[in-house]
């Protein structure tokens, strides 16, 4: 006779003494070792099959919920963010948690069992929430946070699929960010210098860091010399308890012994938040006068005063609470008669400053601490599209399409040369070539040739200046650039100032025997190259790894101080490639 008895493990069914079709499932292991049977009853074995069934293939796919303690959502929401995440995230992500979970999650749905809830549950939740008066912001977070706390419960067998993975989430509409404008940014400087903590706003404004990151600062990171600012910190919002037994009937935050259980500041979060930004020459001297004021307030505070090192300060040396900045920023505000506004919205503004004027994106990244694998992103959030970007991007749409005529062009006795704009060159068959000693540079215009070589003959006395026509054929068979060298636009006459230095990637400099600096004309370069600032540089690695610091403007003044911070930075990026995104180059 053939053994019928099932093997270790196998689903089993049977008919009971009670009448009812039973089944037992083996579904995994309990935490003592034993195997972890569970029991299915209905009344017909058509019913207990199938259950038993169901059981199986939610075993062999998903998984089944752990057996042990039957949760509701208010005791695993609770256990969650107190035991599992609270020591595990930063104090600002704990704050956020324990406001969705104690505010609104379990108020709204704490007395559902946790097995049982549904995504609809989650969606009648945030439709609630904001017809309450929630922004779609809070209810967003909120559903962010279950997420979370469900996915732990799933990776931990107390939920086979997590309900907020299913529920749609509210729709959040994200507010453009207006920048503040030029004259807005001088209104508010014009302002900030009145009151207290000047350098604090002209940081913000100038430089864009964080609020954590500027009330963070300390003195050691302050180079003088350098001009440089070291961001090593962030400083973090206190937290509150009560101190004298919760007697006051005052919310911690008012209780007149409160106690802050947090500490005050906390490393940057990433890699790329660690950095060193050069100060412009005007906020390196408000430094400066602000130091001197802390210490008129040390002398004045006596043995009231708490020193810690920090920049920015309370009246007793204890650092700046960020509640207390942010109104301090609002009474800004107001006096510059400035619309009002987030105090992020001036990193958003110095971002979109950057941006005006021309820094290279690696640069950007680094001053506003953006990590590469994110900066893409973080530039189309934080740099926007003012009227006067828009407006340049027009003119030169406007000049490639349709151009100006070439006619009533007049050399001016001095500084810049009026004519078009530089266009698409026409298919003219002559060429002007000015023939400047052993340099060729053609022209589409005589009036244009002539008045570059009579220019440079009264410049250069003694030497050679002469103008050729040249048959188009000729010029893109023997002259250098082809057509593309062919200017459409008289040359720029105003002087700039140039820096140059290469560095080896062990940091010691390439170019030691040539001299680092010279002026000349716009001119002299091709139209690509002109820049109207006042200064601008930036740092590129060569193909042969070397670091090169490029510096130009039309301030010698600031070029030269430029240059200093240009090589410090060549220094930095030649000795640590992988901060600057240069680690594929040298692959």
Not at 62 to 74: E, L, N, P
Not at 179 to 197: F, G, S
Not at 349 to 363: D, H, N
Not at 550 to 574: H, L
């Amino acid at each position: 006779m053939a053994n019928s008895r099932q093997p270790n493990g196998a689903s089993s069914i049977f008919h009971g003494k009670d009448g009812r079709w039973h089944g037992y499932v083996t579904v995994g292991v309990k935490d003592d070792g034993t195997p972890d049977r569970r029991h299915i009853s209905r009344k017909t074995r058509p019913e207990v099959t199938k259950a038993v069934r169901e059981l199986e293939k939610q075993r062999d796919s998903t998984g089944v919920r752990k057996a042990g303690q039957t949760w509701t959502v208010d005791t695993w929401l609770t256990h969650w963010v107190e035991n599992i995440a609270a020591p595990n995230v930063a104090e600002n992500t704990i704050d956020g948690y324990r406001v969705a979970v104690y505010h609104h999650l379990i108020p709204g749905l704490g007395a559902h069992r946790l097995a049982k809830l549904e995504p609809e549950h989650l969606e009648r939740l945030y439709q609630k929430m904001q017809a309450s008066g929630s922004s779609a912001g809070t209810a967003h977070q909120t559903h962010r946070t279950v997420k979370t706390a469900l996915n732990e419960a799933v990776r931990r067998r107390h939920l086979t699929i997590n309900p907020a993975s299913v529920a749609k989430a509210p729709r959040v509409e994200e507010e453009e960010v207006e920048p503040y404008t030029l004259e807005e940014i001088q209104r508010l400087l014009a302002e900030a210098v009145k009151v207290r903590n000047t350098a604090r706003w002209v940081i913000a404004l100038a430089l864009g860091l964080r609020q954590g990151e500027v009330l963070g600062l300390q003195w050691e990171d302050v180079d003088f010399e350098m001009g440089m600012i070291v961001v090593r910190r962030g400083r973090l919002r206190p937290r509150y308890v009560h101190g004298c037994g919760d007697k006051c009937g005052r919310k911690p935050g008012y209780c007149p012994q409160r106690a802050n259980v947090r500490r005050e500041t906390k490393d940057t979060k990433t890699r790329a938040g660690k950095r060193s930004i050069g100060v412009p020459e005007q906020l390196v001297d408000l430094l400066r006068q602000h130091k001197a004021e802390q210490e008129r307030e040390r002398l004045l505070a006596r043995d009231l005063w708490m020193e810690k090192g920090y920049v920015f300060t309370s009246p007793t040396g204890e650092p700046l609470n960020p509640n207390t900045d942010f109104h301090r920023w609002k009474d800004l505000l107001k006096s510059a008669e400035v619309r009002d506004g987030r105090l992020h919205d001036a990193r958003h503004t110095a971002a979109t400053v950057l941006m005006i004027l021309g820094v290279p994106e690696g640069i950007v990244d680094r001053i506003m601490g953006w990590e590469p694998g994110k900066s893409a992103r973080m530039r189309r959030r934080y740099q926007h599209l003012t009227g006067q970007v828009l407006q340049q991007t027009a003119a030169k749409v406007g000049g490639l399409l349709w151009g100006p005529k070439p006619h009533d062009v007049e050399p001016a006795p001095g500084g810049h040369l009026p004519g078009p704009r530089q266009t698409s060159v026409s298919a003219e068959s002559t060429v002007y070539v000015c023939l400047l000693d052993e340099r060729r540079i053609p022209f589409l215009h005589r009036e244009h040739a002539d008045a570059v070589a009579s220019r440079w003959g009264a410049d250069h006395p003694n030497h050679y200046a002469e103008v050729e026509e040249w048959s188009r054929e000729k010029w893109e068979g023997q002259g250098p650039g082809g057509t593309r060298g062919i200017r459409d636009r008289m040359p720029d006459r105003r002087i700039i100032h140039h820096a140059h230095a290469v560095y080896l990637p062990g940091g010691d400099r390439l170019n030691v025997g040539s001299h680092p600096q010279w002026s000349v004309m716009a001119w002299e370069f091709e139209h690509d190259l002109y820049t109207d600032l006042t200064v601008r540089w930036l740092t590129t690695r060569r193909l042969g790894q070397e670091v090169e610091a490029r510096v130009r403007g039309t301030d010698q003044e600031a070029v030269a101080a430029a240059f200093g911070e240009a090589c410090a930075q060549a220094v930095d990026r030649a000795k640590n490639p992988e901060n600057y995104g240069d680690t594929a180059t040298l692959l």
